[in-house]
């Protein structure tokens, strides 16, 4: 760093990192996976917590189809190979929003146990805070809610490679957190993330 | 919402936007966008101004080489193709720490003007602050200081399509600032850019 001649300037020795910005903001980060069914209310769960945590001075950012699929991953499809890109690259940006500091809420259905597993993999081995939870739901019940009327559509062969119609999802098999949408209340649910996240140190005890 | 049952959770109503963020950060966002030469001091500037920022209780966050291109563009090469590719991707991944209320510094040669017009489009479509920084330096300068020992390779032909020897760099016509980093020093970079976001409203008065 070369003499310091600005006159208000507080200069700063070498890179800014994660714990600064934890101290900075206050807070541990992570991302929180959400996985399920089209229908199984990952996006309910993920928009009512990220408005819990953002009361309680938390720094929380989704990651939906909305700001992703329309922006990052506007050019992929729906086959196979896209279907894992596009987690990839969701994978990637949450790992960078949890460098950043922030608590990142993805929710994308991610039926393969593979593609998530790779996301685990690559928030572990940076030695991020990475958090499965997996909000299961009956197809019963995720059809009879049936929110965008993609089900519908599916039946009717309108839509392919629909996920559980004709399409596999895999269910985690260790994931951090289990929910039962179809059984839990969203207070329920919402408590049960807060909880594991004041229990890791992510979030400051209530 | 459903009826709260949980104790000490406040409900949010709504979704969380971009102001509610900015108000639990305590100031604005933007997407610098450092623009130059390779070796013209693009990542010296940031992180110098990453530090700053900082030290003033703004969140900011790089994007580079570093955390882009063995990242989300792993998977990317260097062909126009995937420099286009490379550049949007940067964008888009910038835009959403905007959205969440950050100040992203890209530093990448990005060394087409239509690609880096198109992330201006990006943001602009959506309301967000984008400020191009031409971080100008004469190719004889960047040349001689050959900080990863690139310019070499591109000499001796070990490297093809290196931007300023046998691929072509074009400067921005409007950036919102124009560095000198020949002439300048670190410190006076900075300032300019501190001054700018100050006068822009994204960082509070000195």
Redesign the interface.
């Given at each position: 760093?070369?003499e310091?001649?600005?006159t208000?300037?507080?200069?700063?020795?070498?890179?800014?990192g994660r714990a600064?910005?934890g101290k900075?903001?206050g807070h541990g980060a992570a991302t929180i996976w959400f996985t399920g069914l089209s229908g199984s209310g990952k996006s309910t769960v993920a928009?009512?917590l990220?408005?819990?945590l953002?009361?309680?001075?938390v720094?929380?950012?989704r990651?939906d189809g909305d700001?992703v699929r329309l922006?990052?991953n506007r050019?992929l499809g729906f086959n196979a190979e896209d279907r894992a890109?596009n987690i990839r690259?969701v994978g990637?940006?949450a790992?960078?929003?949890v460098?950043?500091?922030?608590v990142a809420l993805s929710s994308f259905i991610s039926p393969y146990a593979a593609d998530r597993d790779k996301v685990r993999a690559l928030h572990e081995e940076a030695g991020l805070p990475f958090i499965e939870v997996f909000v299961d739901c009956s197809l019963e019940a995720a059809e009879a809610r049936d929110p965008k009327g993609l089900y519908k559509k599916a039946r009717a062969g309108e839509i392919k490679n629909f996920t559980g119609i004709d399409d596999p999802y895999e269910a985690p098999a260790n994931p951090e957190l289990h929910l039962h949408s179809d059984q839990q209340?969203?207070?329920?649910e919402?408590?049960a993330i807060?909880a594991l996240l004041r229990e890791r140190g992510i979030i400051p005890a209530?």
């Open positions: 760093m070369t310091q001649k600005a208000n300037v507080h200069w700063h020795e070498g890179d800014i600064e910005r900075l903001l928009v009512a990220e408005g819990v953002h009361e309680q001075g720094l929380a950012y990651l700001n922006g990052i050019n890109e690259r990637e940006v790992k960078l929003f460098d950043c500091g922030a209340s969203l207070e329920e919402v408590e807060l209530a």
